[in-house]
């Protein structure tokens, strides 16, 4: 392994109503921040949002991603936060991407990915699909999270907010 890779998988739930969330830019200007704050930090990722909670997925290296994750925290957007993997690994499974979206419509994460959030490689729509993928198998995989089963992570509307999408 040539570097260290660090990764963290967390839900949450929301604070607020999507309305709130949406309506109050509380969405966009996160992804801003974790956008600029990731990439100097050497840090990728993606982050789901189905209006009621968050899913997220912080890799890099530890000394970026530990710093990151603790401001996750404290942050007032969300609450009931769970870790659902915490380890080193072999690889990203989001390299390229400083914070990849998908939000509860594909207009929303259009409108918030403004074609910087899913890397520049490849076509757009093939950048989504292979998001999709890899989230569900991430999520489905009984190595990743075994101690969750296999929709287990997902319980707070994450499960079929990803099922509609793929």
Do not use: C
Request: neutral net charge.
């Amino acid at each position: 392994m040539s570097e260290d890779i660090f990764r963290i998988i967390y839900k949450s739930k929301a604070a607020h109503p999507a309305e709130v969330m949406l309506g109050h830019g509380h969405i966009a200007t996160l992804l801003a921040t974790a956008r600029r704050r990731n990439q100097a930090a050497a840090v990728s990722g993606v982050l789901v949002y189905t209006g009621l909670g968050f899913f997220q997925v912080l890799e890099g290296p530890r000394a970026g991603v530990q710093p990151i994750f603790e401001s996750i925290l404290v942050d007032r957007r969300h609450h009931t936060l769970s870790v659902i993997e915490m380890d080193f690994v072999a690889e990203r499974r989001f390299a390229g991407w400083s914070m990849g979206f998908l939000g509860t419509t594909r207009d929303l994460d259009d409108r918030l990915n403004n074609g910087t959030g899913l890397g520049t490689a490849g076509h757009p729509e093939a950048q989504h699909q292979l998001l999709r993928r890899t989230l569900l198998l991430l999520v489905d995989s009984p190595i990743s999270m075994p101690w969750l089963g296999a929709h287990g992570a997902l319980d707070d509307g994450l499960g079929p907010a990803l099922a509609r999408r793929s």
